[in-house]
């Protein structure tokens, strides 16, 4: 096809050549019907759509070993932490970088024609989400000078985690851009291509302000954010119901199902339960069991669940299938009750128990933990258990840790987000996840994932920089929130 291609244009180019000039060639030579850009109520659609379904596959195969809500049967080098060998999952860089370029392209436009004003507001709050899912995920990172092709910038340099946040253009400024972009436009043409919240401008503020407070807390260790959390949380505008939240839903059916229900049987069959999460979901008789996993060997019974502690060596051990507890349904069979999670009511709520309970706010940390467990249960199609929040999961009660117990719940809720699952642990510690068993990283929990190798040919100069900066991209080096 490619040799088929370079005729053609050799072709064209003698054709014009033999062909006499005219000063109206451009315009004798341009189709008046072809579109010369695209419509960004369908790049909008692209983007939240596409960035949700893979970085839900992401998240699941991959993500998941890291926050080890999984185990990998085998191909599993990366559940064995040898990140720079991705296998089924684990190679997000271009899922980031393609969709912050498409959604820099609605930007623009945006900012450039008035008609399409409308997209400034959710673009902005959309490029500050994926952004720190980008840096938490990797630290620093090409950001400010990305996406300048058109400027002669090729090659772009790596922004500090730190700046990422907080310089001009940074996340938390987007956001507030976004919100100002929002509040100030006064036109009357819809918001298109709006699969998350269908044009809803209101819900989109809410959105953002949610955001502003996983950004504020991630870097709380850092910066004071006391003031600003505490402003956010009375103002109340943020996404503090299950019906707000940040979803999209996925079918039962092809095209818009969750990825793992088109795989073949072998690739879904890889993964099974952890021990780390057989044992925290048994230890607090957490009935979502029931939902996220099977019983092992598909048990009549529906109580014999059973976890395998990560990174086994499938070269060298044996392990029977029946004898694990495989991802439920909802991953495969019924993925029409599964959504693609941006940001939730359950998480808001998570992140304002943590900063109340730390005090960097004046709020009832028990009443938004309960509101968070009791909103994780009803996203995840389970009842909340009568006695859970009085017995099990009582707030702070034999002696439990408050903090261990909102990050855990945040954790389990995340299984289908297990890169957040693994950023909230690098973050706080919680829940203890364990020594793998067959580890490539000297039994260390990798605290970032490592540069692609592609970065090492494609942008050199600045890899190398940002290489040393990481002691050789190294995964045990901590992102700046995190030192």
């Known amino acids: 096809m490619k040799i088929i291609y370079k005729y053609i244009l050799l072709f064209a180019c003698l054709g014009i050549a033999i062909s006499s000039c005219t000063n109206d060639f451009e315009e004798i030579n341009t189709n008046p019907n072809a579109p010369v850009s695209v419509q960004p109520s369908l790049l909008l659609r692209q983007v939240i759509y596409n960035y949700g ?283 029409g009750m599964l959504d693609a999670n941006y940001m939730t009511a359950w998480e808001t709520n998570f992140l304002l128990a943590e900063a109340a309970e730390k005090g960097l706010i004046t709020a009832p940390a028990q009443q938004l933990y309960e509101a968070g467990v009791t909103q994780a249960h009803e996203y995840w199609n389970t009842e909340l258990p009568a006695n859970y929040l009085t017995t099990d999961a009582a707030y702070g009660a034999n002696g439990n840790d408050p903090i261990e117990q909102i990050i855990t719940q945040k954790w389990i809720a995340s299984v289908i987000n297990g890169y957040e699952g693994w950023i909230e642990y690098r973050r706080t510690g919680f829940p203890e996840l364990k020594t793998i068993s067959a580890s490539f990283n000297n039994d260390l929990i990798p605290v970032r994932m490592p540069y692609p190798a592609e970065e090492a040919s494609l942008n050199a100069d600045n890899y190398n920089v940002a290489a040393s900066a990481t002691n050789d991209n190294d995964i045990n080096v901590p992102v700046w929130w995190d030192e």
């Open 53 to 335: 379904e893979e970085m839900s596959y992401e998240g699941f195969v991959a993500g998941g070993l890291l926050s080890q809500h999984m185990t990998a049967l085998d191909f599993n080098l990366f559940d064995r932490h040898a990140l720079k060998s991705p296998q089924l999952g684990g190679n997000p860089w271009p899922i980031f970088y393609t969709n912050l370029r498409d959604n820099q392209i609605i930007i623009d436009q945006a900012q450039e024609t008035p008609a399409f004003a409308v997209y400034e507001g959710p673009a902005l709050i959309f490029k500050a989400y994926m952004t720190a899912g980008l840096t938490d995920i990797f630290g620093d990172v090409p950001y400010s000078e990305a996406f300048r092709g058109l400027d002669g910038i090729v090659e772009p340099k790596y922004d500090l985690q730190e700046d990422i946040y907080l310089q001009p253009g940074g996340i938390l400024d987007n956001l507030d851009q976004g919100i100002a972009a929002i509040e100030n436009y006064n036109g009357s043409i819809a918001l298109e291509g709006d699969v998350l919240f269908n044009g809803d401008l209101t819900a989109w503020v809410r959105f953002a302000n949610s955001l502003k407070i996983k950004a504020l807390m991630r870097i709380s260790e850092k910066e004071n954010v006391n003031a600003r959390l505490q402003t956010l949380f009375d103002d109340q505008n943020y996404i503090a119901l299950n019906d707000q939240n940040a979803v999209f839903n996925f079918s039962d059916s092809e095209p818009n199902n969750f990825r793992m229900a088109r795989l073949r049987a072998g690739d879904f069959n890889n993964f099974v339960m952890s021990e780390t999460m057989e044992e925290v979901l048994e230890d607090l008789n957490d009935a979502r069991i029931n939902v996220l996993f099977r019983p092992r060997g598909n048990n009549s019974n529906g109580d014999d669940f059973e976890g395998l502690l990560n990174g086994i060596d499938a070269s060298s051990t044996s392990v029977t299938l029946a004898d694990y507890s495989l991802a439920g349904t909802i991953f495969r069979e019924n993925t």
